[in-house]
Structure formats: C-alpha cells, structure tokens
C-alpha cells in the first residue's frame, strides 16, 4: 500500500523537494560528526510511471550514486555513516509532447541510513522522497522539449540528494548535534544493519515470583 501511494504520488506531480539552484560550490552545512561512508543505490523494484522516456537501472544508479558522492562528500566528519537509497519510480518527460499536457520529470525514492561502525540502521521506516524538476522558462513547455533524458537525470538526481540532505538535518541528534529547537530529543531506533527485516526473537515468560 505504501509503494502504490508513493507511485500515485509521483504520477500526480507532488512536490516534496525541488531546487535545482547547484550550491555545491558552497561550504556544507554542518552535520556534526558526519562523514559518507558506503553509498548505495538500488534500482529492483523501480518502476516508470506516467508519460516517459525510458532510462536504464544502469543509468539511474550511475547518477544518483554520483549525486550523492558530489553532496556528501563533502563532509569530512570523524564517523562514517552509510546512505543507502531505493529508486522506487522515475518520470521523464519526452519530446513530442502537445504543450498542453506539460509534461515534468520527476523521481521518487526511499532513503535510510546507518552508523558504520556500529553496524545499525538509525531511522526506524525508509524516508519517502518524491523531487521534480523546478519550474523554469524551459521547463513550463516540459523538458522533454528543452533537455536531454541525461540532462534530466543529473537535475533529479541533484534534487534527490538536496532532499536527502534535508532529511537528516531535520535529526542532528544523529550526529552528534543537539536537537533542533522546539523538537524532542528521542534516541533513535536502532536496527541491525544490513538486513532490511528482523528476524522473529523467542521470548520467555518467567514465572512469577512466589
């Protein structure tokens, strides 16, 4: 049900992230303790929606791990955190479209994160993203029109680690940092890593002390 939600919300255009100003010429912003260590992209369950070119897993995979490399890492903090991302959906306008429809691009994708060194995944549920592509004087006539399907990768793919980004901002307890103010400080969940699901634990019931 999750999956068929964020597809459907992927082929209706929402916007969760989109920016597409290239601030990587900039410092970072701080992220406590953090250093990129393993970047994995997955492409098995990707699906394209809506009217698109078609682009490889190949392909996407080549974009976003790069995206991710150019964004994170630029942080050069004392511990290694490993960024995992599943692409779950792609759109890519095409040419030959009637400007009517004005066709977007667009990418849906989940995220988690884990602590290296301790071998634990740090978010309790993968965090949902869903970027598109800025509006612009290009893109208003969709950018099938105006960019190549690359051209539309590298955006998205930008995108995508933007709102990755932001995502683990919004927990700098993560790293090291206090909580943002007006926010609680709950530990994070740990999970074992890498498994995706835990196995069933047996419990024992003990008898109640006489």
Known sequence: MIRFRH???????????????????????????????????????????????????????????????????????????????????????????????????????????WDDAAQEKLNTEGKQLIVMEKMSGETVIGSGLTRSKQQQMEILSYNAAKAVEGWLLENPEWFGLPPRPGTAAPAPTLLTAPATTLPAVATTTLPATP
């Not at 010429?25 to 992209?41: K, Q, Y």
């Not at 929606?49 to 996407?60: F, G, K, L, N, Y």
């Open 7 to 113: 597809l459907a919300a992927l082929a209706l255009c929402v916007v969760i992230a989109a920016c597409q100003k290239n601030d990587l010429a900039e410092p970072p912003v701080p992220l406590g303790d953090f250093a990129l260590g393993l970047n994995i992209v997955v492409t098995d369950k990707m699906q394209k929606v809506a009217i698109s070119r078609d682009a490889t897993p190949e392909a996407w995979k080549q974009a976003l791990e790069k995206a991710i490399q150019d964004r994170f890492g630029r942080y050069n903090g004392p511990k290694l955190y490993n960024i995992g991302i599943s692409i779950d959906a792609y759109a890519l306008a095409p040419p030959g479209v009637p400007i009517v429809l004005s066709p977007k691009s667009a990418l849906g994708i989940t995220a988690n994160i």
